[in-house]
Nanobody, 124 residues
């Protein structure tokens, strides 16, 4: 079993930075992803990393602004978010899956383990 727990959300202003953390218990050497869901919208892919951390994937909307990384010693996956925009406002979820297929990295249905989410609000 894998249990992700997110933290680090909050209220920030446009242009600010925020770092989300995802503490993973259980089997920690899983590929991990970050997703987000704004009110009235579907859950969308943000970023993902292989279990080794050597390969990362990003949504076009966050590429160049967000960085996903992992610290094995702390069993934690991070999402560093820079140059935040009001459209980044959403509940951010951390998710794990047993095998990362590059063709389906963007599909939330392929991730079997989810955290409870953390709210990020970016004011204009």
């Amino acid at each position: 079993q894998v249990q992700p727990v997110e933290s680090g959300g909050g209220l920030v202003q446009t242009g600010d930075s925020l770092r989300l953390s995802c503490l993973v218990s259980g089997r920690t050497y899983y590929p991990m992803g970050w997703f987000r869901q704004a009110p009235g919208k579907e859950r969308e892919f943000v970023a993902a990393t292989t279990w080794s951390g050597e390969t990362t994937y990003y949504a076009d909307s966050v590429k160049g602004r967000f960085t996903i990384s992992r610290d094995y010693a702390k069993n934690t996956v991070f999402l560093q978010m820079n140059s935040l925009k009001p459209e980044d406002t959403a509940v951010y979820y951390c998710a794990a899956r047993a095998v990362l297929d590059p063709d389906t990295v963007y599909d939330p249905a392929r991730y079997g383990y989810w955290g409870q989410g953390t709210q990020v609000t970016v004011s204009s």
